[in-house]
């Protein structure tokens, strides 16, 4: 594996993306399952706060993860000098 500044950027912003997405499936998954026991209207205020959190975080990691996608051909660029080969690769692509 080739590592250079583009690849560990890669690197970093995926496990910061599983993270924030295992978080959030997670949380997202809890709230579901208490949003069906509410017993009053502060519980469901509570709820809605959490649910709105969630959205959040699935928006900031789409957002993180679009910002990633031109950096993922800024790597397969970077490779070409280090890899026979590798310009065909991004060519294809």
Known sequence: MILN???ITEIFLGFITLGLM????IHSLR??????KM???EEQALL?????LMLSVAVVVLVIRLI???LFY???QSFIPQVNGAMC???VT
Do not use: C, H
Not at 22 to 25: D, F, R, Y
Not at 31 to 36: A, G
Not at 48 to 52: I, K, L, R, V
């Open 74 to 76: 800024l790597t397969f």
């Open 39 to 41: 017993t009053g209207p």
């Open 48 to 52: 809605e706060d959490q649910s709105y």
């Open 89 to 91: 690769i991004f060519g």
């Open 5 to 7: 500044v583009f690849s």
């Open 31 to 36: 709230l579901y399952l208490r949003w069906r």
């Open 68 to 70: 990633n996608w031109p």
């Open 22 to 25: 295992t978080w959030a499936g």
